[in-house]
């Protein structure tokens, strides 16, 4: 069986994913709040996921030019 590890290796980078999710669900919407969001539907959070990893690609892709 496999292991599913999803702490965070690098401290620093805490804040700067979080402020990323709370950017990226501000842009399509959805108002999330400090701590516990489990009240959101599948949806929300789909959205949220998709546009946090859509700014991470613009971001390494601006970086490599």
Same mark, same amino acid.
């Given at each position: 069986?496999? &292991?599913? %590890? %999803?702490? =965070?290796?690098?401290?620093?980078?805490?804040?700067? +994913? %979080?402020? +990323?999710?709370?950017?990226?669900?501000? @842009?399509?919407?959805?108002? +999330?709040?400090?701590?516990? &969001?489990?009240? +959101?539907?599948?949806?929300?959070?789909?959205? =949220?996921?998709? &546009?946090?990893?859509?700014?991470? =690609?613009?971001?390494? @892709?601006?970086?490599?030019?």
């Amino acid at each position: 069986m496999s &292991n599913s %590890n %999803n702490k =965070i290796n690098v401290p620093e980078a805490k804040a700067a +994913l %979080n402020k +990323l999710k709370m950017e990226a669900a501000s @842009e399509v919407g959805v108002n +999330l709040k400090d701590g516990y &969001n489990g009240d +959101l539907t599948s949806r929300q959070a789909g959205q =949220i996921g998709g &546009n946090m990893v859509k700014k991470m =690609i613009e971001s390494y @892709e601006n970086s490599v030019k």
